[in-house]
């Protein structure tokens, strides 16, 4: 390829990963204010302003995980027709993440980049193209967070549950209330500094793989333009989401809601201080299943939980696959 077709091809490759951080704004960052919305701490526009804020603000201030899906899933320095390899992988992401949108399922974009991902680099170079150790401890932590999740949803919820037995009940919601919006904006800030460093992290591959940069440390322009497009994703909602995670698992009630929020707010963080990416949509979910099953086990919509669980787990296969389908049919025109 020449120098004006590389160029080129380097800017679809950045306004592709912009959308899908686009639209991981408003498909996966409904999860973090669901609670909030469907206990009625906060208005819908608030929610979502507050979301849409701290977010942007969250996504400004690491890029350890960035550096990770820069360098971990693929060599990009070795990686065999790169821009073909990421333009796919980014296709086959955006498709899933709206599939999954348009049906209201809380499927995790996080499994989707990094499923095509994998799947674009073995089309083009065989299973060798992958980093094995990095992929693996990516896998690890996509894998185990959620069971950490749940597992914290229910140690909060008892605790809560302890310390508030004899309390008046309708009074104790009413002040959970505020302090929901508190724990709203906190998840909030955590799935900026997780999932928004995400598409940092392609674009900083494909400038790699095309001579535009020489380290895997992630540019500021990158950092900017990635929290701003998720914040304006943020901005647009995304109600189906909202009322899958906020109703339909259980019915939440503030002090639910707070559990919730800080379960799945410190594996997020917790996750992003180690730099690795973890899928916000099964954390919360599963934070709330937690929450759930300590407040009354018979009380959660087990069908719903099944159904999310089906999506999560064919997500990475079915997205590697789609991915591949979409390199072989780029790499005829590039």
């Known amino acids: 390829m020449g120098i004006d077709t590389v160029f080129i091809i380097t800017i679809l490759i950045v306004i592709a990963a912009l959308a899908f951080d686009f639209i991981n704004g408003f498909h996966d960052t409904a999860n973090a204010i669901a609670t909030s919305v469907s206990t009625k701490a906060l208005r819908p526009r608030a929610a979502i302003l507050l979301a849409a804020t701290m977010n942007f603000l969250g996504a400004l201030t690491f890029t350890g995980v960035a550096q990770t899906i820069t360098r971990d899933i693929v060599d990009p320095f070795t990686l065999t027709n790169g821009s073909a390899v990421i333009l796919a992988a980014l296709i086959s992401a955006i498709a899933w993440n709206l599939i999954t949108w348009y049906f209201g399922i809380p499927s995790s974009s996080s499994h989707a980049l990094i499923g095509s991902i994998a799947g674009a680099a073995i089309a083009a170079a065989g299973f060798s193209a992958l980093n094995y150790k990095g992929f693996l401890k990516i896998l690890e932590a996509l894998l185990i967070s959620p069971l950490i999740a749940f ?184």
Do not use: E
């Open 151 to 334: 597992t914290f949803g229910f140690i909060i919820y008892f605790i809560f549950k302890l310390t508030l037995k004899n309390l008046n009940l309708a009074k104790t919601n009413k002040r959970f209330r505020y302090i929901q919006i508190a724990t709203a904006a906190l998840q909030s800030y955590t799935h900026g500094t997780n999932d928004a460093q995400k598409a940092m992290g392609i674009i900083t591959m494909a400038l790699i793989a095309n001579n535009y940069h020489t380290t895997t440390d992630i540019p500021f322009w990158v950092q900017f333009s990635c929290a701003l497009a998720m914040g304006l994703g943020t901005s647009m909602g995304g109600w189906k989401i909202i009322k899958t995670v906020g109703g339909k698992i259980m019915k939440i009630r503030p002090v639910n809601g707070v559990a919730a929020d800080l379960s799945s707010a410190i594996i997020i963080f917790g996750a992003t201080l180690i730099h690795l990416p973890v899928s916000t949509t099964h954390v919360i979910s599963s934070s709330i299943l937690g929450v759930g099953s300590s407040h009354r086990v018979k009380g959660v919509k087990w069908d719903t939980a099944q159904r999310m669980l089906i999506t999560w787990v064919i997500t990475l296969p079915i997205s590697a696959t789609l991915a591949a389908v979409c390199y072989y049919i780029l790499n005829i025109f590039m």
